[in-house]
Every structure is written in structure tokens, then in C-alpha cells.
T-cell receptor, first 113, second 114 residues
Framework: KQEVTQIPAALSVPEGENLVLNCSFTDSAIYNLQWFRQDPGKGLTSLLLIQSSQREQTSGRLNASLDKSSGRSTLYIAASQPGDSATYLCAVRFHPGTYKYIFGTGTRLKVLA | EPEVTQTPSHQVTQMGQEVILRCVPISNHLYFYWYRQILGQKVEFLVSFYNNEISEKSEIFDDQFSVERPDGSNFTLKIRSTKLEDSAMYFC????????????FGPGTRLTVT
């Protein structure tokens, strides 16, 4: 069964800290992986999409890496700010014949001022 | 920047009633999706739609659910006879047919079934 897991479930850090969020998936033959941010009661904002042939993608203070062989992706947030507080979701598209994403449960991040 | 929009933002309905959730995808996108998120749970895929037909659906998407693109801009999800367990946030998403089909999500419709 194709599953996506995110740990930790919640994380609280002081402002300015660099942090890493983890995503693991059961099938290494993924097509692509997308990281989203979700604010309470709101929709999903796309942060980064990383395709299976890539090892990493960067956008501003965010860097997503992908290691298919170990079934893992990480989202690195540099110099965290209180405005980064949100739930971060990892979603995997497992093969090109499907367009659906399978989501992880998310990591709820709180950055303390 | 183009975005996916959804209406209403919150819908309250009684059990057994029909509801229609509406979405306006990004204008040049051709793939459309519905997902739902029950409070405190994962976002779950319901259905994908392309070229005026369902391309994929999950086990959740049973005969109570239907989707339609009634005109060139709207994409709708109909729940024929709502149940208490249909209470959730429903997200519409769209993607284009180039590149990696990155999905862009709308703000969601919170459906409360009483």
C-alpha cells in the first residue's frame, strides 16, 4: 500500500533557527513530490515541487531534497520566522499513470518570537 | 497571479440534502481534482477529471458523489444525499498539461452536515 508519513507531527522552535521537516514514502518509484503549507482553516499553498529525477529544489529560504532510494524527502527552512508557523504537508504522486496525490499527515510548526 | 477559487466558503446542510460545491480552476488548466480533509485527518483524494470525464476516483467517491464541468469555467462536486460523515473541508485543485502537472489548490469549502 502506498503511504506517506511525516515526522515529527509537531515542532516548536525559536525564531531564527534552521529546521528540517521529514517526509517518508513507501514506494521508491515515485513520479514527483510536492510540499505544501496549510494555515489553520485555510487552503493549501504550493511551496516546492520536486520531480523524481531531481535531488533538490530551492525557493528562497526553503530547500526540498529527495532521496528516492531511501524513500525520503526533507524540507529545510532556513532562519525561521514566526510567519512560517503553519502545517507543512508532503504529497506524493507515485507514478505517471495517476494524477492523484497521496498526502502525509503533516508537521505542525510553531516558530516562537 | 491566477488562483483557484471556491464557493461557498462554508456550507451547512441537513443530513439527506443535496449539496453542490463550486470551483473555478485556473483558466488554462485542463486537469481538475477534488480532495477532502476531515477535521484532524489527512487530505484525501476523491476524483480527477479531464476532457469532460472522470480519469480516476477513490473508493470514497461512490454513487453519492458526482462531478461536472457545466461550462467553460466552473467545476462542481455534487453530493446527492449528505451524511454526517461527509462533514469535511473540500478542496478543488487544477493543473495544466505541461511539465509536472503541479497542482494548485483553492481555499476550500467547509461542509457541515447536521
Amino acid at each position: 500500500k502506498q503511504e506517506v508519513t511525516q515526522i515529527p507531527a509537531a515542532l516548536s522552535v525559536p525564531e531564527g533557527e534552521n529546521l528540517v521537516l521529514n517526509c517518508s514514502f513507501t514506494d521508491s518509484a515515485i513520479y514527483n513530490l510536492q510540499w505544501f503549507r496549510q494555515d489553520p482553516g485555510k487552503g493549501l499553498t504550493s511551496l516546492l515541487l520536486i520531480q523524481s529525477s531531481q535531488r533538490e529544489q530551492t525557493s528562497g529560504r526553503l530547500n526540498a531534497s529527495l532521496d528516492k532510494s531511501s524513500g525520503r524527502s526533507t524540507l529545510y527552512i532556513a532562519a525561521s520566522q514566526p510567519g512560517d508557523s503553519a502545517t507543512y504537508l508532503c504529497a506524493v504522486r507515485f507514478h505517471p499513470g495517476t494524477y492523484k496525490y497521496i498526502f502525509g499527515t503533516g508537521t505542525r510548526l510553531k516558530v516562537l518570537a | 497571479e491566477p488562483e483557484v477559487t471556491q464557493t461557498p466558503s462554508h456550507q451547512v446542510t441537513q443530513m439527506g440534502q443535496e449539496v453542490i460545491l463550486r470551483c473555478v480552476p485556473i483558466s488554462n488548466h485542463l486537469y481538475f481534482y477534488w480532495y477532502r480533509q476531515i477535521l484532524g485527518q489527512k487530505v484525501e483524494f476523491l476524483v480527477s477529471f479531464y476532457n469532460n470525464e472522470i480519469s480516476e476516483k477513490s473508493e470514497i467517491f461512490d454513487d453519492q458523489f458526482s462531478v461536472e464541468r457545466p461550462d467553460g469555467s466552473n467545476f462542481t462536486l455534487k453530493i446527492r444525499s449528505t451524511k454526517l460523515e461527509d462533514s469535511a473541508m473540500y478542496f478543488c485543485a487544477s493543473s495544466d498539461t505541461r511539465g509536472l502537472y503541479e497542482q494548485y489548490f483553492g481555499p476550500g469549502t467547509r461542509l457541515t452536515v447536521t
